[in-house]
C-alpha cells in the first residue's frame, strides 16, 4: 500500500471535528425551535379560532332567541291592536280574566298592551325593584346584578285552534278540535282566544283534560293565578282562535355548564314539561336593553331609556339589545382586553376574547 492511499484512510477515520459537530447541532437545534415555535403558535391560533367560533355561535344563538321572543311580545291576534275597531270601540287590545296580583306574584304578564316589562341592572340592585319572579329561582341561580332582565309575554305554539262550536255567551266554554296535533293544552295552561272582530281575552283553563276539546275557565281557587271571572270580556264565534301563552324571563345567571362563566338563562311561567329555568346559552356576561317609547301615540320612537325610566310598558315600541359575550376558556388572548360596552370602557384581565352584540327589535304587536 503507498502512502497516498494510507494518508486518505487515516483522514476518512477521524470522523467529524469538533467544530463541525458544534454547527451540526447548532443547526439542528435551530430548525427543532422553529417546528416547535410553529407548532405553538398554530395550536394557540387553533384554540382561538375555535373559541371564537364558539363565542360566536353562542351570541348569535342568544340574539336569535331574544329576538324571536321580543318581536313575538304580546302577541294578540289579527285584530287591528292600534286602531278602534268600528265594530268594537272597546276591543283594541287582548284583556284578562286572570287574577292579576296572582298572576304576576306567579310571574306571568296578565294585563298589559305590549306583554313585556324590564329590569335595569345597576350592579347592586334592579330598577325598578325586582319581585315578578325571584322567589321561583333557585338560591345558586340568582340574576347578575350587573346584567339586565327581560320578561315577555309570547304565544308558545305558531299554530292556533280554531272553535268547532261558536260560543252563545261569554260564560260558555270554548271548543276546540279534540285529540288533534295542534291541541297541546294542559290543565293549568294560559290561554288567548281572540277574534279579527271583537278583540281578544287571556284565561286560565281549568279543564281536567283540554286535550278532549273543551277548555274550562272556573274560578277554581286551587289553580294559580286562577280566573277572577268566569266569564271571558267577549262572545266569541267560529272565526275565533285559541292560542297557548307564557312569559319568559330572561336574565344572567352563573353557568352551570362551564364553571366560572356566565350563560343567558330563561324562566318560563306556566313552566312547561322539564326543568325551568333553562341554561340556553354559555359565555354570556352582560345584557343591557335600552328601550324605545312612544310617548306622542305615532307608534315611533320618541327616545331609548333605561327600565326605570319607561314611563309605561305600554309605550314600548322596541329595544335596542347589547350582548356581551365570552369565550368559555381562558388564555384566547395574551394580554388584557378593553371592552367598549354601554357607553363605557374598562379592562378585563381574565384573557377571555369578549365581543359585544347588538341589535335592535322592533315589537310586531306595537308597529304598523
Request: hydrophobic letters at 45%; aromatic letters at 6%.
Amino acid at each position: 500500500m503507498n502512502c497516498t492511499n494510507m494518508n486518505a484512510t487515516s483522514r476518512r477515520a477521524h470522523g467529524l471535528t469538533l467544530v463541525e459537530l458544534m454547527v451540526g447541532m447548532a443547526v439542528g437545534l435551530f430548525v427543532s425551535l422553529i417546528a416547535i415555535s410553529v407548532f405553538v403558535s398554530t395550536r394557540s391560533l387553533n384554540v382561538v379560532n375555535s373559541s371564537s367560533s364558539r363565542m360566536s355561535e353562542n351570541g348569535r344563538l342568544a340574539m336569535d332567541v331574544l329576538r324571536d321572543d321580543l318581536r313575538s311580545a304580546g302577541f294578540q291576534g289579527c285584530f287591528d291592536r292600534n286602531a278602534t275597531n268600528p265594530l268594537n270601540p272597546a276591543a283594541n287590545q287582548a284583556s284578562s280574566v286572570l287574577n292579576t296580583p296572582a298572576a304576576a306574584n306567579a310571574g306571568f304578564l296578565a294585563d298589559g298592551l305590549t306583554g313585556v316589562a324590564g329590569h335595569n341592572g345597576t350592579g347592586a340592585a334592579f330598577l325598578p325593584p325586582l319581585a315578578l319572579f325571584w322567589n321561583a329561582l333557585p338560591a345558586e341561580g340568582q340574576p347578575d346584578l350587573a346584567s339586565d332582565i327581560l320578561s315577555l309575554r309570547v304565544p308558545v305554539d305558531n299554530l292556533s285552534l280554531g272553535l268547532t262550536v261558536p260560543m252563545v255567551n261569554a260564560a260558555d266554554r270554548p271548543q276546540v278540535g279534540a285529540s288533534t296535533p295542534g291541541n297541546t293544552f294542559k290543565s293549568g295552561d294560559i290561554a288567548l282566544i281572540t277574534s279579527c272582530r271583537v278583540g281578544g281575552t287571556i284565561f286560565q283553563i281549568t279543564s281536567a283534560s283540554p286535550f278532549a276539546g273543551d277548555l274550562e275557565h272556573t274560578t277554581d281557587v286551587s289553580f294559580v293565578p286562577g280566573n277572577a271571572d268566569a266569564a271571558l270580556t267577549q262572545t266569541y264565534g267560529s272565526q275565533a282562535a285559541v292560542y297557548r301563552l307564557q312569559t319568559r324571563h330572561y336574565y344572567v345567571a352563573p353557568s352551570v355548564l362551564r364553571a366560572g362563566t356566565n350563560s343567558l338563562w330563561r324562566l318560563t311561567v306556566p313552566p312547561p314539561p322539564g326543568a325551568s329555568p333553562i341554561e340556553i346559552a354559555v359565555g354570556i356576561d352582560r345584557i343591557k336593553v335600552a328601550w324605545g317609547i312612544d310617548t306622542t301615540g305615532d307608534l315611533t320612537v320618541d327616545r331609548y331609556v333605561s327600565a326605570e325610566n319607561v314611563p309605561g310598558w305600554d309605550q314600548v315600541v322596541s329595544a335596542r339589545l347589547q350582548l356581551l359575550v365570552a369565550t368559555a376558556h381562558d388564555g384566547a388572548t395574551q394580554s388584557a382586553q378593553t371592552i367598549d360596552f354601554d357607553g363605557a370602557s374598562w379592562v378585563a384581565t381574565d384573557r377571555r376574547l369578549r365581543t359585544v352584540l347588538t341589535e335592535v327589535v322592533a315589537l310586531r304587536s306595537r308597529v304598523p
